[in-house]
T-cell receptor, first 112, second 113 residues
């Protein structure tokens, strides 16, 4: 079935690394995404990974995919106060569905 | 390049009324998707259009409809508004037919009283 789960809240100190986790249930996922939403704003596409990849790095962001466990993580290095936001994991299923299935979001709070 | 724009940004309507929301995709993008975001249900897919054709529809009642114009701009309409339709409505655009990278607009905040 279609289900994406995330923990609700994460608090880290400025300068530390943050790791946001996500699990999904549908093994036919093709692409997995991370979006960021700041208060009063839309969703910002941060990065995405194709399901045949294990890892993708983009500047301070590292995405790890464990397809066997259906686990996706986003690591933010040197976390800044500007990284405080809600982070959504999303999956896109095989086939021409075109829709993204989102998790409920993880609120990241960066303490100075 | 300008991002996805949505109008209006805020809207207050009364139960029973209808509403039309507009979305202008990034220049050159031909796929437009709509999502509803509420605190209780999170982000839910409404529908997706490509080249004026609806390719996929989410599990929403028939009161929710949409269309796409030849210039790729899209509108969604909600008739006979209910209190539960209060939400942030987000539009996303993608370049090609496969719509891998979806870029979102700022959303329209609809409040139904």
């Amino acid at each position: 079935g279609e289900d994406v789960e995330q923990s609700l809240f994460l608090s880290v100190r400025e300068g530390d690394s943050s790791v946001i986790n996500c699990t999904y249930t549908d093994s036919s996922s093709t692409y997995l995404y991370w979006y960021k939403q700041e208060p009063g704003a839309g969703l910002q596409l941060l990065t995405y990974i194709f399901s045949n990849m294990d890892m993708k790095q983009d500047q301070r962001l590292t995405v790890l995919l464990n397809k066997k466990d259906k686990h996706l993580s986003l690591r933010i290095a040197d976390t800044q106060t500007g990284d405080s936001a809600i982070y959504f994991c999303a999956e896109r299923l095989k086939g021409s569905s075109y829709k993204l299935i989102f998790g409920s979001g993880t609120r990241l709070l960066v303490r100075p | 390049k300008a991002g996805v724009t949505q109008t209006p940004r805020y809207l207050i309507k009364t139960r029973g009324q209808q509403v039309t929301l507009s979305c202008s995709p990034i220049s050159g993008h031909r796929s437009v998707s709509w999502y509803q975001q509420t605190p209780g249900q999170g982000l839910q897919f409404l529908f997706e259009y490509f080249s004026e054709t609806q390719r996929n529809k989410g599990n929403f009642p028939g009161r929710f409809s949409g269309r796409q114009f030849s210039n790729s701009r899209s509108e969604m309409n909600v008739s006979t508004l209910e209190l539960g339709d209060s939400a942030l409505y987000l539009c996303a655009s993608s370049y090609g037919a496969e719509a891998y990278e979806q870029y979102f607009g700022p959303g329209t905040r609809l409040t139904v009283t």
